[in-house]
């Protein structure tokens, strides 16, 4: 079974520039997930899809930041402009129905904002 | 507000010792507690979880001990070896069996020296 999928998997951008980052999930996978892990924390969950809607968008940054999930299954996330506050890893994670909780994990897209 | 808390960033242990890392947290409505180990350059992969309605959970060479009333659990290795080095998260859920968030713990390196 192949695992969840992101590109690129490092970025280089000037601040105010703007990035986009892209996430295939597991076949089958109703739930995806974008975190955000910035160095030496914890991922922190920034939004949240079932299918292709919304579950929970409350940590997402949305005045700078946008997500959507077309057709439910591939995702992207994008930042515009980016901040330097935006250096982190942004991983994709997704979930089938049943076991919401044991979530997969792609490896991550490692962004640097100079 | 740091609902989950990894007090030690990192742990160096022998090879053949019990290897135990600690994760606090702060909800008493957290329904449900993971643990995911991260490799370098790869996204975190699911290791253990335990319900809160339980107070030990074990699979092979790692155990999870849950304390309600102290609201600290550990994740017990024995015995560690090499292939174990990796950052150890711990994570928590409301709402588990809804699709609840995870929240996670900043994540303690783990060294298992031969």
């Known amino acids: 079974e192949a695992g969840v999928a992101q590109s690129p998997r490092y970025k280089i951008i000037e601040k105010r520039q703007s990035v986009a980052f892209w996430c295939n999930p597991i076949s089958g996978h109703a739930t995806l997930y974008w975190y955000q892990q910035i160095l030496g924390q914890g991922p922190k969950l920034l939004i949240q899809f079932q299918n292709n809607g919304v579950v929970d968008d409350s940590q997402l940054p949305k005045d700078r930041f946008s997500a959507e999930r077309l057709k439910g299954v591939d995702s992207t996330l994008k930042i515009q402009p980016a901040k330097l506050e935006d250096s982190a890893v942004y991983l994709c994670?997704?979930?089938?129905?049943?076991?919401?909780?044991?979530?997969?994990f792609g490896p991550g897209t490692r962004l640097t904002v100079l | 507000d740091q609902q989950v808390k990894q007090n030690s960033p990192s742990l160096s242990v022998q090879e053949g010792r019990i290897s135990i890392l600690n994760c606090d947290y702060t909800?008493?409505?957290?329904?449900?507690f993971l643990w995911y180990k991260k490799y370098p350059a790869e996204g975190p992969t699911f290791l253990i979880s335990i319900s809160s309605i339980k107070d030990k959970n074990e699979d092979g060479r790692f155990t999870v001990f849950l304390n309600k009333s102290a609201k600290h659990l550990s994740l017990h290795i024995v015995p560690p070896q090499p292939g174990d080095s990796a950052v150890y998260f711990c994570?928590?859920?409301?709402?588990?069996?809804?699709?609840?968030?995870?929240?996670f713990g900043q994540g303690t390196e783990l060294s298992v020296k031969p």
């Open positions: 994570a928590a859920s409301l709402f588990y069996n809804q699709g609840g968030k995870l929240i």
């Open positions: 909800n008493s409505m957290f329904d449900y």
């Open positions: 994670a997704s979930s089938s129905p049943g076991s919401y909780n044991e979530q997969f």
